[in-house]
């Protein structure tokens, strides 16, 4: 194995790094039964952390 195989992160740093750049999730679901679509749920989502860049989208709210 290499270093870079054998390098383990702590879930916290790994949580730090995502939020830091930020996610993106997207998804979707649909339950169907008989071939005729019942439900369906779709997912967008952004999630990202706050800084001087990037502020508060409810600090205008309080």
């Given at each position: ?10 879930l ?42 990037v ?8």
């Amino acid at each position: 194995m290499t270093v870079i195989e054998r390098r383990e992160i702590a879930l916290v740093d790994l949580l730090d790094r995502l939020l830091a750049g930020g996610v993106v999730l997207a998804g979707d679901i649909t339950l169907r039964i008989a071939d005729v679509d019942l439900v369906r749920i779709d997912l967008n989502a952004l999630i990202s952390s706050i800084n001087e860049n990037v502020p508060s989208p409810w600090e205008d709210m309080l």
